[in-house]
């Protein structure tokens, strides 16, 4: 796959070409970054099939996101739920690279969010989003993948105060939600 970033007007756009040749646009707030540039030289002679495309497409995939990283920002007072949403094409298998690039951003006094997040046990990125985190069903609610139970699309962000690491009201700590639901449930233990 080809991916093309140049320059629309004031906003960078990220495009690639379908299989009739037009392109298909992916667009960033982000503006003035490069005339158009390919990334055909990093992905080697597609006609010639030599090496493992697999490790091609994975050599493409990473200077993909090195390039477009930048462009990659959070808008004011966006939550970091809603910009991991927002940049899922992003985010690596492993690692905290986007919340990272979120506290730089929005956050830069939360030194230890890696720290909270690993308390409740979450380990990167892709997890945060996929088993962090619960979809407000009193606000919203979601179509998911159902493989791996992600939301499809989210709604534009509720907005936070500036420097907070919380979600916005369309999430909820899956962690709060559990507590509440064991709260909810009567107890009746007795020790006989």
Known sequence: MRWFLHKVGS???LSTKDAAGLLLPFHSRQGGFMERKTMDHYSGDESAGAGNSEEQDEAVDRVFR???????????????VCFL????MFLEPQGFAMTAR???FNAPRASNLGGRLAQK??????????????VNETIWTAERCPDCGIPYTSPDCL?????STQPCKLWRWRRDVERERFNAWPHHFTWD
Do not use: H, K, T
Not at 66 to 80: I, S
Not at 85 to 88: A, P
Not at 159 to 163: A, K, T
């Open 159 to 163: 907005e936070v105060r500036r420097g």
């Open 66 to 80: 090195e390039l477009a990283g930048p462009l990659v920002v959070p808008y004011r007072n966006e939550c970091l």
């Open 102 to 104: 979120f506290r730089q």
């Open 121 to 134: 046990g979450i380990f990167s990125d892709g997890q945060l989003i996929q088993a962090g985190v619960l």
């Open 11 to 13: 906003s960078a756009a």
């Open 85 to 88: 949403m927002r940049v899922m």
